[in-house]
């Protein structure tokens, strides 16, 4: 609380409503947008028209003990359509049968690049980088124009809708597009309901907000399902991929810096294994986090090389960390009005107030704008509107638990702890997966 010219002002409640109407209007402009295409892909499309088989695509593959996947994966990938395709499997210092697993493969197109203790088990960086490496050694054969070979990072967990390369590979065309993020769903979202919140996650990130930044020039690149041009990862030096922890948002930043274009595709998607118990998702998330954190040190590049739209989209997206952690004090705050309204409920003596149904709207009505978006997509598998209503409101909740794994990471950042932990992996729901890729419709339109 100040006074200023006689009036008394409380800062804090100045910069909590300020935080508030800064996230919802930025959250409403992102729905918005994303409703309809940028005019930048409109002129795209009719500058440079092309085919995808003009273009070669090379499938890398991290892999750290992922001998529970790593095979339906690569069978999934060799049944792709497509005449100009290699798959390196990067063996990052397995104990397991990965590497044993990948070389038994009968498909000639799948090559093992095996890592060792001490230079393995760096991080995922790290192990991407090795493979760039490999595949500017010539070892995949003889490399054509730089320009015209697309490099896709693909998680061992990771499943390509089967049309995903003729959807990608023609928008390379373009000279100035430097990578393209297709979308990502849980595959095994009908397992239990932490699996389903990670489905609605990255459903409302990439069908909102990547859709949305395509306006703004500021789309950025997920660790599943990122494909590349070669010729772009050249031009960040001999070592692309960042050591940070989040090091797909570290590439996507440094991509648009250097004058690259990175386009979002939302007609294909890449489905992979989400997590069903909370304890291993914290410390997925808690990575994730980390990250970003450290991803705050590209910030002067952003204020030096971009400008518009580009640069302030960015300027808030690198902060959103930041901005959580201050968030997490308003929810706190939220939940004790919550407890207090009880209280006047079980007592009696609560009388009814208008900022009820405002506190209300701002807390869940965001969630349920997007909810509708999500809702188009499940619709036609038993998630009807009733359902879509009761989870949408327990996805609020669930957004909380990024409070959780945000403090973690502060604390681990503060103590100087940024080892790299890797997400374990579960017995592949098979059945399933191939389900949702013969039936691509039903996960992404």
């Not at 995922?124 to 500017?136: D, F, T």
């Not at 960042?242 to 990175?262: A, F």
Request: with cysteine; net charge positive; aromatic share 10%.
């Amino acid at each position: 609380m100040m006074i200023l010219y006689g009036q008394r002002i409380d800062i804090v409640l100045i910069l909590a409503v300020g935080l508030v109407l800064l996230s919802v209007l930025y959250g409403v402009l992102m729905l918005v947008l994303s409703r309809f295409e940028p005019a930048s892909a409109r002129r795209r499309s009719m500058t440079f028209p092309a085919t995808a088989a003009e273009k070669a695509v090379i499938f890398v593959v991290p892999c750290l003990n992922e001998e529970r996947v790593i095979a339906a994966s690569l069978d999934r990938l060799v049944e792709m359509d497509y005449p100009r395709m290699q798959i390196l499997v990067i063996d990052d210092g397995s104990d397991d049968g990965t590497a044993s697993i990948v070389r038994a493969h009968p498909d000639p197109r799948v090559r093992l690049l095996q890592r060792r203790l001490p230079a393995a088990r760096q991080g995922k960086g790290e192990a991407l980088n090795a493979a760039i490496r490999h595949i500017r050694s010539g070892a995949l054969g003889a490399c054509t124009d730089p320009s015209d070979v697309a490099v896709c990072v693909v998680d061992a967990d990771g499943r390509m809708e089967p049309q995903a390369l003729d959807e990608v590979m023609p928008l390379f065309a373009d000279p100035r597009l430097g990578a393209v993020q297709i979308g990502v769903r849980i595959n095994n979202r009908h397992q239990n309901l932490l699996a389903r919140m990670q489905d609605i996650e990255f459903v409302l990130y990439t069908e909102v907000f990547q859709r949305g930044r395509r306006h703004l020039g500021s789309v950025g690149l997920g660790g599943n399902g990122q494909f590349v041009r070669l010729s772009a990862l050249n031009s960040l030096g001999p070592e692309p991929w960042s050591r940070s922890l989040s090091e797909d948002l570290d590439l996507g930043v440094r991509l648009l810096i250097r004058g690259w274009n990175i386009e979002f595709c939302s007609t294909s998607a890449v489905h992979q294994q989400g997590l069903v118990d909370a304890r291993r998702w914290v410390k997925q998330r808690t990575r994730w986090f980390q990250g970003h954190l450290q991803s705050w040190t590209l910030v002067p590049w952003v204020l030096r090389d971009l400008t518009g739209a580009r640069r302030v989209d960015l300027l808030y997206h690198l902060t959103s960390p930041y901005l959580l952690l201050l968030a997490s004090f308003l929810s706190a705050a939220f939940v004790l009005w919550i407890v207090s309204v009880g209280i006047g409920v079980f007592t009696g003596s609560l009388d009814f107030s208008w900022w009820w149904v405002s506190a209300y709207a701002v807390a869940f009505g965001p969630a349920l704008m997007y909810g509708a978006v999500y809702w188009r997509h499940e619709r036609g598998h038993g998630f009807g509107p009733l359902t879509a209503l009761v989870v949408l409101h327990v996805y609020v909740g669930y957004a909380v638990l990024w409070y959780v794994a945000g403090w973690k990471a502060a604390f681990r950042s503060l103590a100087g702890r940024n080892s790299w932990a890797k997400t374990d992996r579960t017995t592949d729901d098979q059945d399933q997966t191939a389900r949702e890729l013969d039936h691509p419709l039903a996960a992404s339109t």
